[in-house]
């Protein structure tokens, strides 16, 4: 369960302070995949950032599972970032250098995870997003953008995170790689019980969700619940994946 | 993959500029790599010098160290007060005489200038005590030959070498078939017969103070003789045992009997020393030990040191060392500077990376690590290059900065008789080779660089906030 509880992100710009996300609170349940809309500027990826512990905020608390992630120290939001959150990003945002399977394998390294069972995994992982063959091995530079944002979902889930935040996930996309994106993430939510929040502008996401938080101005102006409740089977399913 | 095996990769992800990255700091470690070697072999070969010059100093007669004789003779009684200075932990007192060798060459060979002296060194100077010297002294002087039944011991074609003199026939006629006779208190010493290494290989080292009739002779002059340790001959009308049997490196060595100094003293007549090398504790102490003995035998002695000439004739080399450690450290320098700004060059541009890193949970210090391992692979590739062009290198440029720092090739100081002292000699041959300490201070430099420039590369890490990072994506 993500519940965020009054929570204000505050900038200093200058002379004057900025109010990125102001007093927003919200559920979400484990399983469950929800959407982020709003106007460019309006606190979605400020949010993203305070639900992915990259920034503190100014005031308000944020429980994941009943853990108040905001009075962590630096090492334990590290440690939470590598255990707990899975993110997907719109450029997706792989290491060039490496392969795809090793661009999967490296949140494992620092989970205590021993190399051999690191690289299962991590070929597991691509099967499960239907990256197989020689492409597991081919550098980012040399797949597509669907192929190569299907690995950023294979890293995110490297350690079977609580939550996976995507920003954007099928901004880059054409319509029918979109699609199966979409579908990709929906599944994780729905059958591994991984709470799946994405920020977008994309109405073929916002339908797909169970679930829809609308913010204009850092406020949350409303939460639709345009899609099924999350299934007691998700929740089931991540509990067994743990 | 590992973080180090991440961190190789990195290093060769843009192989041109690897490849830049590697040839400048190639040349910069080449050039501190040069400097390294000119620098310890120009300080080994001014080291070498100076110890070469030992820690002694010879006391001889007034005029001595001019290669003439101004005064009288110097007596053991003069120079016991030496012993008793502080600093000194020794005194050599030596005298030196002639024999007539009984088997004379032929009339033909003599005095014509077509033999060759046994060659004399400083240390042992064949020195006419002559009329004008104002000796005091009574009994035969020892340029007046003593008698022996010895034979001498060099051998026809020695003798037959040709002789450097001008005009031919040398005057005053030269005899070819001199035997000396060294007497010193520490007669096992090889100096006092010219010599740089003497063994005793049959029978026992005579005692420097004793006044038996002992004395010690070479194996060739063993041989000539037929004599062995116990055998006797005669000389200056003694019966003399041999109790021991040397072997030396010079010819004058072997042509050389020893004898401790109380016995020659007591054979010629005399109380006089010749000369008396004073050992001091320590090379420092030289200088006041120096000092000390010209102010106990005042102008009647002649105090020769090389250690003020050897200071001196090195101290070219000591600017050179200042130079190639300026030049060491200036390249060091620059190797730092340089690697950090790739490292700042390349951290900014792989800041996006590291945000990523950071969001996906790796901590700062791995990706420290990463990016550390990143320099070191640079510094070695570097020290690599470096190290070729220092093998190449080194000796040209060491030379060059020798032989333009004003060192002389025959440098050294007058010594005795105004002749250049032996061990100052060739200091501008210096060997200036790659070895494995040379190669080990490099790589240790190598890690203090590559630790110097991701110090910086690290800070710049630390300060990166993966939010801002992803924020700009």
């Known amino acids: 369960m993500l519940e965020v509880r009054e929570v204000t992100k505050s900038f200093g710009t200058g002379d004057r302070t900025v109010t990125a996300v102001n007093n927003v609170t919200m559920a979400v349940p484990d399983g469950e995949f929800a959407a982020i809309v709003g106007r460019s500027g309006s606190g979605k990826s400020t949010l993203m950032n305070l639900l992915g512990a990259l920034e503190r905020p100014t005031s308000g608390m944020i429980f994941v599972d009943g853990q108040d992630i905001t009075r962590l120290g630096q090492g334990e939001l590290v440690q939470y970032r590598r255990r707990s959150i899975g993110f997907v990003f719109q450029s997706y945002n792989l290491i060039p250098n490496l392969s795809s399977i090793e661009n999967v394998m490296l949140p494992m390294e620092f989970a205590g995870v021993g190399k051999g069972e690191r690289r299962r995994r991590a070929r597991g992982l691509l099967d499960q997003v239907e990256l197989t063959g020689d492409k597991q091995h081919r550098k980012p530079g040399k797949l597509s953008g669907g192929e190569q944002q299907r ?92 | 993959m590992s973080i180090f095996g991440r961190g190789i990769r990195n290093a060769f992800r843009n192989v041109t500029r690897t490849v830049s990255i590697a040839a400048i700091l190639g040349l910069v470690t080449g050039l501190a790599f040069v400097m390294l070697v000119a620098h310890r072999a120009v300080g080994e070969k001014a080291s070498t010098a100076l110890s070469s010059v030992g820690n002694t100093v010879t006391v001889g007669p007034a005029g001595y160290s001019a290669g003439g004789l101004l005064g009288q003779f110097l007596t053991s009684a003069e120079l016991a007060p030496i012993a008793r200075l502080h600093g000194v932990t020794g005194v050599d007192e030596s005298l030196n005489g002639q024999l007539k060798a009984s088997d004379l060459p032929p009339s033909s060979a003599r005095g014509t200038g077509k033999g060759s002296l046994p060659p004399i060194t400083s240390k042992s100077p064949n020195v006419s005590r002559s009329k004008t010297s104002g000796s005091g002294s009574s009994g035969s002087s020892p340029n007046e030959l003593g008698s022996t039944t010895l034979k001498y011991p060099g051998t026809e074609a020695f003798a037959t070498q040709g002789l450097a003199c001008e005009p031919q026939p040398c005057t005053p006629p030269i005899n070819y078939y001199t035997i000396y006779v060294a007497g010193s208190t520490e007669p096992a010493a090889a100096v006092n017969i010219g010599a740089s290494r003497l063994t005793v290989v049959s029978g026992h080292a005579i005692s420097g103070t004793s006044s038996a009739d002992d004395v010690m002779i070479s194996t060739e002059m063993a041989q000539k003789n037929g004599l062995k340790v116990g055998s006797a001959f005669t000389a200056y009308g003694t019966t003399l045992t041999v109790a021991a049997i040397f072997t030396s490196d010079t010819q004058q060595g072997n042509d050389t009997v020893i004898t401790s100094l109380p016995l020659l003293q007591h054979l010629i007549g005399t109380d006089d020393v010749f000369t008396a090398t004073v050992t001091a504790s320590s090379l420092t102490d030289l200088a006041k030990v120096t000092s000390e003995i010209e102010h106990v035998l005042g102008p009647k002695a002649s105090v020769v040191s090389y250690v003020s000439d050897a200071e001196q004739a090195v101290s070219s080399l000591g600017n050179v060392q200042s130079i190639a450690l300026d030049s060491l450290v200036g390249a060091l320098v620059a190797a730092v500077v340089i690697l950090f700004l790739v490292m700042v060059m390349i951290v900014r541009e792989r800041k996006r990376e590291i945000g990523i890193q950071k969001a996906i949970g790796t901590p700062n210090g791995p990706i420290m690590a990463q990016f550390a391992t990143e320099a070191l692979t640079f510094t070695l590739l570097g020290l690599v290059v470096g190290a070729v062009i220092g093998i190449i290198a080194a000796s040209p440029v060491t030379s060059s900065l020798v032989s333009h720092s004003g060192v002389s090739s025959d440098t050294g100081a007058r010594g005795l008789f105004g002749a250049g002292s032996p061990v100052l000699t060739n200091l501008t041959s210096i060997n200036a080779q790659v070895g494995w300490p040379v190669i080990v201070e490099c790589l240790a430099a190598a890690v203090v660089v590559a630790a110097g420039a991701s110090a910086a590369a690290s800070w710049l890490i630390s300060r990166v906030r993966p939010a801002e990072v992803l924020r700009s994506v």
């Open chain 1, 151 to 242: 690995v950023a979902i294979a890293r995110a889930l490297a350690n079977s995170p609580r939550l996976i935040l995507a920003d954007e996930p099928v901004g880059n996309l054409d319509t029918r790689t979109s699609a199966t994106i979409i579908e990709l993430l929906r599944s994780l939510a729905h059958t591994q019980g991984t709470t799946v929040i994405a920020v977008t502008h994309d109405l073929s996401l916002t339908d797909r969700a169970d679930r829809v938080f609308r913010l204009r101005d850092g406020r949350l102006q409303a939460a639709d619940g345009a899609g099924p409740a999350p299934s007691a089977a998700g929740a089931d399913a991540r509990e067994r994946g743990r």
